[in-house]
């Protein structure tokens, strides 16, 4: 969806016969309530993605087996820098390899501030032979654990930050002209994030029946 199709519509939403004679939006404030909306939008959408039917609906989003950059090792880990489109992880794997022989070694990310006591636990230490291996996201990295084995290449699949939305037509903050730019998003989830913003302004400058309209509206979208 275009940048200018996106604020029409939103206009379309909040006015009557798309006149925005009852409400005025200027397009610098659409585009910095519908950036915050998407990253809500993108954080709600996913804690549903157990379901398959969510996964494919945001299939533009997920990025599979993207290979990652060695920035730092020590005798028991391994960093790579993270995607800088990264969003949220699903899975990741390594090419390990020991004693002149490879294998596949999966991540089972865990929570920093359980590493140290699972490094400690024979259940959960790394094992090349058993192609199993702890990791950590932090500081804009993924940490992969390694015990008597090297890694070769690591990838992860991740869900993507859709880009800002931006629109020509007046200047940002930092002085600088605005310039069309789109998400990427399908347009059925640039109508879903739409209509969040439209509620936000709404509930703000209109009636509650109003609200209630574009509540609703959302509200069917997302289902």
């Known amino acids: 969806m275009l940048p200018i199709e996106a ?3 939103l206009l379309s939403k909040v006015n009557k016969n ?7 939006v200027p397009k ?3 585009i910095l309530l519908f950036n915050q909306e998407k990253r809500k939008w993108l954080s709600k959408f996913l804690e549903k993605e157990e379901s398959s039917d969510i996964i494919e609906d945001i299939s533009e989003l997920l990025i599979l087996d993207e290979e990652l950059e060695k920035v730092h090792q020590t005798s028991k880990r391994i960093d790579f820098s993270i995607p800088k ?3 949220k992880r699903v899975s990741g794997y390594n090419i390990a390899f020991k004693d002149k022989c490879d294998a596949i070694v999966v991540n089972w990310f865990q929570k920093p501030k359980d590493i140290n006591v699972l490094l400690q636990n024979s259940h959960y230490t790394p094992s090349f032979e058993y192609q199993e291996t702890l990791a950590v996201i932090n500081n804009e ?3 992969v654990y390694v015990d008597n084995f ?10 993507k930050e859709p880009k800002d ?9 930092d002085g600088t002209p605005s310039y069309n730019q789109e998400t990427g998003l399908s347009k059925e989830n640039m109508e879903k994030i739409i209509d969040r913003v439209a509620v936000e302004i709404t509930r703000n400058y209109e009636s509650t029946e109003q609200l209630q309209l574009a509540l609703q509206r959302q509200i069917e979208n997302e289902q």
């Open 7 to 9: 604020y029409k519509l």
């Open 18 to 24: 798309d006149t925005n004679t009852n409400i005025k």
């Open 28 to 30: 610098s404030i659409f």
């Open 85 to 87: 489109d990264f969003f």
């Open 141 to 143: 990295k993924v940490s």
């Open 150 to 159: 090297d890694i070769k290449n690591s990838y992860l699949t991740y869900y």
């Open 165 to 173: 939305l931006n629109i020509e037509g007046f200047k940002q903050l």
